[in-house]
């Protein structure tokens, strides 16, 4: 998702002041271009970060590197995982892959569909819940692992052996106990907005949700990155 050749100085000076004055270690403009490269060799030459998406990517940089102090800026929790919101094509799927090479290997995020979730559940039951919750460490270890769960809000309620389970609310809410007890990091992304989110999973996770996650939404009028 570059800029067009007309605002790149400009750009590029806006966001060097931004990131001095705030004493950044990191040159933002510089991860932009080596973001949309990488970007490029794994999704194709049509990928790139369009203008209006900038702040978003730099909220998400600013996160998996750590960088505190442009985090704090940018009013983002490190402690918190990452839901991100944005119509579909957006690109929050392929930006939250992208982020993943950033990321220390304990804070890597395991990226999984929550329709695949959701069919597990069908086909193993419980198991699959405790799987994406409390067996959701590094073995041998009290290390939690991290998981972005894609498209939330997509998949059905699934049934085993009679019994109706509304999956991925029930895994958010276990990890939100994980978060308080073991600091289990969870990133979701989903095309719906918090009501939409709250019809299907009601109120007592949406609350839940504002202590697990930084809301990073793309614009309504960004540009859908599956187009041709």
């Known amino acids: ?9 400009g750009q590029e000076g806006s966001m060097s002041m931004k990131t001095k004055a705030i004493q950044s270690p990191y040159d933002y403009y510089q991860l932009m271009q080596q973001l949309e490269e990488h970007g490029k060799n794994v999704y194709g030459p049509r990928f790139r970060i369009d203008d209006i998406d900038r702040s978003v990517v730099v909220k998400l940089l600013a996160y998996f590197l750590q960088d505190e102090p442009i985090a704090t ?44 979730v959701s069919f597990e559940f069908g086909k193993i039951g419980y198991d699959a819940i405790a799987r994406y919750s409390r067996n959701a460490f590094f073995p041998y270890s009290s290390i939690p692992r991290v998981h972005c769960f894609d498209d939330l809000g997509v998949e059905q309620n699934m049934s085993f052996w009679g019994n109706s389970c509304n999956v991925m609310g029930e895994i958010l809410l276990s990890r939100y106990d994980l978060l308080i007890s073991h600091k289990m990091v969870t990133h979701v992304t989903t095309n719906l907005n918090s009501e939409e989110l709250e019809g299907i999973y009601g109120n007592r996770l949406r609350s839940k949700m504002r202590a697990m996650f930084n809301l990073i939404a793309f614009e309504l009028s960004t540009l859908d990155k599956l187009r041709s």
């Open 73 to 116: 800026a940018e009013g983002i929790d490190l402690q918190k995982g990452i839901l991100l919101m944005g119509p579909i094509g957006c690109g929050k799927t392929s930006l939250m892959t992208l982020m993943r090479a950033l990321a220390p290997e304990s804070y890597r995020p395991q990226i999984v569909s929550c329709r695949d």
């Open 1 to 9: 998702m570059t800029d067009t050749p007309n605002n790149q100085a």
